[in-house]
């Protein structure tokens, strides 16, 4: 079965995003934060994602290829993301049309559980903080990267807001960047 990760960057203070869409000057993303990023996805063919983040994600990315003052690292990834399987659940967007991008319309649950039925690599959600938050009450993450940046927000948007049952998690490893930043990786404890 396919294993499925949640990557996501979080202030001290447990906020994936700050007051405003797309709000992640906070985020002190360097050299090493995008290797470690890199290792993430390195596992991984498929990127599943929410409306909003998919169309976020759609505008910057198809844009990097051809851009001169793009940096190499995010030539590369653009490359990935743009090979990569793109599944995009929402109720509202009418198609998908950035390349190999499937999306799904409704019981998000009963698609993701089909998703790790099939064959291939793993598959990751970047970003997307309120459909993660969705699959978590559902219990269909497998593993959290949570990437914890030395500063406090004070309000923004929680990863963890309405969690309805009590969620028992392992640590499996962490590390600490030069920038601060503690990147965790939880597992759901099995029972």
Not at 47 to 59: D, F, I, K, N
Not at 83 to 109: G, P, R
Request: net charge negative.
């Amino acid at each position: 079965m396919r294993k499925l990760t949640s990557f996501l960057h979080v202030s001290l203070d447990g906020y994936v995003q700050g007051t405003q869409d797309w709000d992640l000057n906070w985020i002190p993303y360097d050299g090493e934060m995008a290797a470690y990023a890199d290792e993430t996805v390195s596992t991984a063919d498929t990127v599943l994602w929410g409306r909003s983040t998919y169309q976020g994600m759609q505008e910057y990315w198809t844009t990097v290829p051809g851009n001169p003052e793009a940096t190499e690292h995010d030539k590369k990834h653009a490359e990935w993301i743009n090979k990569a399987h793109k599944v995009v659940f929402s109720s509202t967007l009418e198609k998908a049309e950035w390349n190999n991008s499937t999306l799904v319309k409704d019981n998000a649950a009963q698609a993701v559980l089909e998703l790790k039925q099939q064959t291939g690599q793993d598959m990751v959600i970047l970003g997307s903080p309120r459909f993660t938050r969705g699959l978590i009450q559902l219990g269909l993450i497998d593993e959290f990267r949570l990437n914890v940046a030395p500063v406090v927000l004070g309000q923004g948007l929680p990863l963890f807001e309405d969690m309805k049952d009590q969620i028992d998690l392992e640590l499996v490893s962490n590390k600490t960047f030069r920038n601060g930043v503690v990147g965790l990786i939880y597992r759901p404890k099995k029972s």
